[in-house]
């Protein structure tokens, strides 16, 4: 079955640096969507990627969706402690169906 | 306000018992989704449903069920429990088949299996 992974699984950061992470899945997807989770709280859509190498920006934020459509990768330029959270990638193969898979997460710390 | 209603917020149960869950989605989203998030983990697919059908399953045993309503809301029914089942089950609701608005979660129930 699919398997999305995401790494690192754990980021500190100082508030004002840049972060990253990153989705990898073991089969090609048909689209990528990513979430955000604050603690305590549940999964908030962020984005979807739907074409294979497409860039999208919110703000501070940049979404990619590699070549192959196996990696995509979320870029948080200048981090505020609002950034706070775990973020997840959930991916949607071609054939299987209308799941989405998620992947492990990445829990970002924004130190003041 | 998440626009999906779960409940019950957190429930008790002892290992044996059954459990059910349920579910309204968004006003205007037909199917539902059912997830399982354990502590420190990404959720986890049970099973969605459309047009009051499962139409898809991760893996997940038998002892895990569902059903869909005529309003599109729905519940989760957990058979024998065990205390491996303790979990977060977070709904999510969508317009049907690709999502393409994403997944609106609800806050979830947390079950705690003793």
Redesign the interface.
Known sequence: ?QQ?M?IPQYQHVQEGEDFTTYCNSSTTLS?I?W?KQRPG????????LVKSGEVKKQKRLTFQFGEAKKNSSLHITATQTTDVGTY?CAG?EPI??????????TSLTVIP | D?GVTQSPTHLIKTRGQQVTLRCSPKSGHD?V?W?QQALG?????IF?Y?EEEE??R??FPDRFSGHQFPNYSSELNVNALLLGDSALY?C?SSLA????????????TRLTVV
């Not at chain 2, 088949?97 to 979830?108: E, K, M, P, Q």
Request: proline share 4%.
């Open positions: 079955g999305v995401q689209n969507q979430y709280g549940h999964p908030v859509f962020l984005i979807q997840f949607r299987t169906g209308n799941q989405f898979y998620f992947g492990t997460g | 998440a199917t989704s997830y983990q990404g959720p986890q697919f969605q459309y139409r898809q991760g893996n977070l999510a088949a690709v999502s393409r608005g994403g997944y609106t979660f609800g806050s979830g």
